[in-house]
């Protein structure tokens, strides 16, 4: 094959080996975030589809749920969900791959790094998972390699992409702009790839036609989810909803979860060492690559350099504020890592087919260590205790059935239960919560709860209503309040 037709197909046939991968082993974990979202899926309720932090996934999440269902599939959203991410996963894998070869990587070189990206523990793992984040992952890294496409004119040296024979592919800002919008949409912190986007452009004019791609397809999809989602009845309401998870309080008053502090940065350096792997000693190798790659290949590559430095700079900016302790926020991380990776490789200055083959047998141990430390033990639905937890109370419950949730159960108890839940989120004291209680007794609705699963003020209130257990389960004892 000709390098410039071997340089034109492999992206699609790195994403393909990626989403075969993912595909093969799906998550049982289910987190959270994608529960709720599969909920809100199945609901079909258009302004429950809508997030103000993340305003495009719930909407795409629909749409490919219903579009398996016209295939056929009959399965829960939550699937349909890890799906999608799966496949958003793997389009990120391709576009790193395009990305390395927009900077001249030799291919062996790049298809090397963008299989280290697939198997990196954080990625593979949460591109395996119903979740917001891998959405705005792969725009944003389609938007770097559209920034960064070369322009060749045969009179740049080979890593400007001339060796492997492409055309002249000159950067579009405004396509840019928008792929960073579609990213935002898929999550706002996706904002902070700003930097290394201005910078990365080479004059004022680049820049306005980027601004303008990006202002015009947040204006959009923002504009679009209010009118055709929310329909918010008030100023309040909207702001409410623009706010997102900085207005969860039961009076939707601003909250910002996040501060600077010695503490947090640790949690931050540690969640940096453990983005490829479980292994601290793997990951300070890793950045001791990215950061060599970075010190050498400042001249061949200023462009590589700037975009992977200031990309994990902006992110940082935001993530070592807000919830540095939260592994997810770091998914569109592991790309700019292994650019700079793949940088240092190059610039070992090994033969090209060595090189790449030293690459691709780390890679391939990667991918066994995180299969059998991470991946596999998380396809295994027996090992989430949550789950087992919710299908205990969905066998000894009647289906008319109020269970008194916390944490995790708000979501598994009416989605994997499909028991109705009594979330003591919403009872801002002992009081209100035992009016409620007594309400539902008083109109023959029974209630269970699971005291090891509540905090303890939850039990304690309760105990001036009568207890009857009716089963266990793994620790877990499951009473009749009556």
């Known amino acids: 094959m000709k390098p410039g037709r071997l340089a034109g197909f492999l992206p699609s046939a790195a994403g393909l080996g990626a989403l075969a991968l993912y595909l093969l082993l799906p998550a049982a974990r289910y987190n959270f975030d994608g529960v709720a979202c599969a909920i809100a899926v199945e ?49 990120g894998v391709a576009g790193l791959c395009r990305l390395l070869l927009n900077f001249g990587v030799a291919p062996p070189l790049a298809a090397a790094a963008a299989a280290g ?94 601004a303008l791609g990006l202002g015009a397809g947040l204006a959009a999809g923002y504009l679009a989810a209010v009118a055709l989602f929310v329909r918010p009845e008030g100023l309040f309401e909207l702001r409410s909803w623009l706010l997102g998870s900085t207005a969860l309080s039961v009076d939707r008053r601003f909250m910002w979860l996040g501060a600077w502090s010695l503490e947090r940065f640790g949690h931050w350096i540690r969640v940096s060492l453990e983005l490829a792997s479980g292994s601290s000693s793997t990951g300070l ?26 990309w994990l700079a902006g992110y940082a900016l935001l993530y070592t504020n807000w919830q540095p302790m939260t592994v997810v926020y770091r998914y569109t991380d592991v790309p700019a890592l292994w650019l700079l990776v793949a940088c240092a490789v190059e610039a070992a200055r090994a033969p090209t087919g060595l090189a790449g083959a030293g690459l691709a047998c780390f890679v391939a141990y990667l991918g066994v260590w995180n299969a059998g430390a991470s991946v596999v033990p998380g396809s295994r639905p027996e090992l989430n205790a949550d789950l087992q937890r919710a299908l205990w109370l969905s066998r000894e419950t009647p289906e008319n059935a109020w269970v008194v949730v916390h944490a995790t159960e708000q979501v598994y108890v009416p989605y994997f239960a499909r028991r109705r839940p009594l979330n003591i989120r919403y009872f801002p004291d002992e009081s209100s919560l035992q009016e409620r209680v007594r309400a539902l007794a008083k109109a023959g609705e029974p209630v269970y709860v699971v005291p090891e699963v509540l905090p303890e003020w939850a039990p304690r209130a309760l105990e001036k209503f009568g207890w009857r257990q009716t089963s266990a389960h793994q620790g877990s004892r499951l009473y009749l309040i009556h």
Do not use: I
């Not at 890793?286 to 200023?302: I, K, Q, S």
């Open 43 to 91: 609901l079909g309720e258009a302004r429950h589809l809508v997030h103000g932090n993340h305003v495009a996934y719930g909407v795409l999440g629909w749409f490919a749920h219903w579009l398996l269902k016209l295939f056929g599939y009959q399965g829960p959203a939550v699937v349909s969900l890890q799906a999608l991410s799966s496949a958003l996963g793997a389009l």
């Open 117 to 210: 990206l697939a198997v990196s523990r954080l990625y593979w793992t949460w591109s395996l998972e119903a979740q917001v984040y891998p959405l705005g992952g792969a725009l944003l890294v389609w938007c770097a390699a559209e920034l960064c496409r070369p322009k060749s004119s045969g009179a740049e040296p080979r890593w400007a992409g001339a060796r492997w024979g492409y055309g002249d592919r000159r950067p579009r800002p405004f396509v840019a702009g928008l792929l960073h919008a579609g990213s935002v949409l898929g999550h706002v912190g996706n904002m902070m790839f700003a930097p290394a986007a201005w910078f990365c452009l080479p004059d004022a004019s680049s820049r306005r036609r980027y």
């Open 285 to 310: 190798a890793l950045w001791a690559a990215a950061g060599f790659g970075a010190w050498a290949a400042r001249r061949e590559r200023p462009q590589a350099v700037r975009l992977a430095l200031w």
